[in-house]
Each structure stands twice: as C-alpha cells, then as structure tokens.
C-alpha cells in the first residue's frame, strides 16, 4: 500500500502498548543520502491554546512502526525521544573546539 504524506498526516499514531494516542504526523525525517525515511515526528501539543507554549515534540523512529493502517498507525516503541535541535537557517556546522 502507497501512502503520501497528507494521507499519513491524517491518521492517528497509536502506542500499542499503552493504547494512548500520540498525536498525528506532522513531519519526517529522511537521510538524503539513502532515500530512506528514519523518524516521523509528532509535534507537542499547544497549552492553553497555544498561549503558554506546547509540550516537547516526539520522534518515533522508523523501525518502531508495526503497521500503517487505514485510520491509524501503530507503534511499537516504548521510548519517544525529542528529534535533534534544528539549526536556524544559514547556520553552519561547525564544531566547536574543546576547551581544557
């Protein structure tokens, strides 16, 4: 079964663990060098509409997804670990040196 992104991001992602719903997707993560997709990421939810910021945002790797179904998608990962800090555009990687 194919499936696009818009369709992905109208389904639910469900812990089948805990049976909780986790949220919807809201983007992905994929290396551009392999073409493969490594995590879907769940962005937290707004608290107190939004007013007083949102919760931490959720990445579910890859591998941790058991089934894409019609309405929904499950999971089966126990660990949901924040996606890395995205670097404001024009910002370089560059490391820095150790200090002693």
């Known amino acids: 079964m194919l499936c696009s992104l818009s369709e992905l991001r109208r389904k639910e992602i469900v812990d089948t663990k805990t049976g909780e719903i986790l949220g919807r997707a809201d983007d992905i993560r994929f290396d551009s060098e392999t073409s493969g997709v490594e995590s879907v990421i769940i ?3 707004p608290k107190l509409f939004g ?3 949102r919760d931490g945002d959720l990445s579910v790797k890859f591998e ?7 309405d929904a998608v499950l999971v ?4 949901y670990l924040p996606p890395p800090e995205r670097k404001p555009f024009g910002e370089k990687n ?3 040196p150790a200090e002693d």
């Open 43 to 45: 962005y937290g939810r």
């Open 51 to 53: 007013f007083l910021g």
């Open 64 to 70: 941790d997804i058991s089934l894409i179904g019609k």
């Open 76 to 79: 089966t990962s126990a660990q």
């Open 94 to 96: 560059v490391k820095k």
